[in-house]
């Protein structure tokens, strides 16, 4: 970890906060152990000396649970969540990104979705947020989260839930494309974390129902991705309404110009953590998409399952509720299954786990934050009921499968809503998944939406090449014979 030049040589943050961590002005936060507490000027208001601890209500005991790395310096109730999820071991970007966070630096993370980034950050934040006793004012969040989709915003906001489970910390999600009334009221409750797209997040400041001045933590997830996106102007205008004294985390995949010139805008001495992305494995793996109208999903895992005589699978999707809904139609076809998801008792998973183990169920129904634990050998087949959002999350997928060696066989659903997912699955793994239409769900229409795709990128890049200017060797003339260099050759003139 490092602090990069590139951040530290602005000159007009010399009059900004944490010159250092001692002496902080007046009406700024405290420490988050032991330090003065807030005055009653500061933002939060109404109190002197040393923070009292938060109040909980009583709960039973925590189990007594060892954690390795970083996971073992964190609060108790946070440990105890990580167990509930089979965290032991931390990944790379957690273990680097954690420490600085939970002491209150900046931090610039270059990471991809799939390395473990999401927990990253939103472990450090709630610690922090969890050790504030007074309750957040109405329309008044304590922290703000941006990301630059709705499907990102939710996952984080699942993170969240899952990671703080046994804290008193409130949250919620707030994005287009929905009604906006139930984000107004949560918002209005009060809220420690706000999680966001850049539009609505505008929409709802400028209605008043959200104001920004009380944040003491911002993170911005996808930069690079926001700027694809062109949100750049929207994220400035959110900054401009932020409160100058915060913590700030900033994560990219890849770092542009553009964006290292947005991260010097936000962060004070960063320290820098770099996660190269993990290489896709996947070319032992038998891999396969299938084109079938999204309501005969379940009727082609049906028939997949009977036809191939498939012993153990793993089936992936979205949603919860989906998980649950999946396992009743391959119950009614007498096909043995059990959910995993987030709903489930920690008790119901670990029942699912072991009837899958000793082969009392033949197919786990997933979604991938649930999927996490499952550490099972003899997996035959993966099916991707749902494209995942992120391309890098199909490979962890897939790669439950043949194992020490085994055969193993992904299957990938596409429907007419998937086309997009899958071209980025395929530019991610840098090869083509194979076509299967040898089922009597297949619709030709979507395979063909995709060829067409493929052919339309390989004729732009065909007419690229034919329009590119001929190299400088090719214009120059034919050179001379070794006659007419030595001046022999045709006939002289007496």
Known sequence: MAKPDS????????????????????GSKSPRR?????????????????????????REPLEAIRMEGVFDTVI????HALRREHYEMPTPVQAQAIPPQVAGDDLFGSAQTGTGKTAAFTIPLLQEVSSYRKRP???CPRALILAPTRELAAQIGESIATYGRFLHVSHTVIFGGVGQRPQELALDRGVDIVVATPGRL?????????????????????????LDMGFIPDIEKVIARLPEDRRNGFFSAT???????????????????????EKPTVDKIDQRVLYVDRAKKDDLLIDMIRRRKIKRAIVFVKMKYRASRVCDRLGHAGISSEPIHGNKSQAARTRALEQFKKGKVKVLVATDIAARGIDVDDITDVFNYDLPVEAETYVHRIGRTARAGAEGHAWTFCSKDDV??????????KRPILDETDHEYHRESFLNMVRNFKTSRRKEAQKRNKTKKPKRWALK??????RELSGGGGERNS
């Not at 602005?10 to 906060?17: E, L, Q, V």
């Not at 290292?260 to 190269?276: R, S």
Request: net charge positive.
């Open 137 to 139: 004012d109405s329309g």
């Open 477 to 482: 003339k034919k050179p001379r014979s070794i």
């Open 34 to 58: 032991g330090g003065p507490g807030r005055t009653s000027g500061g933002r939060g208001g109404g109190f002197k000396g040393r923070r009292e601890p938060p109040v909980r209500e009583k």
């Open 7 to 26: 951040f530290m040589s602005n000159p007009n943050k010399n009059n900004r906060r944490r010159s250092g961590k001692k002496n902080r002005p007046s």
């Open 255 to 277: 770092v542009p110009k553009a964006v290292e010139e947005l991260a010097g805008k936000i962060l004070v001495n960063p320290v820098q953590v770099k996660i190269d992305p």
């Open 76 to 79: 108790p109730e946070i440990q």
């Open 202 to 226: 505008l929409d709802l400041m400028g209605q008043g129902h959200v104001d920004l001045s009380q944040v003491e933590t911002f993170i911005l997830d996808e930069a690079d991705r926001m």
């Open 420 to 429: 997009d997912l899958l071209r980025d699955v395929e530019r991610f793994i």
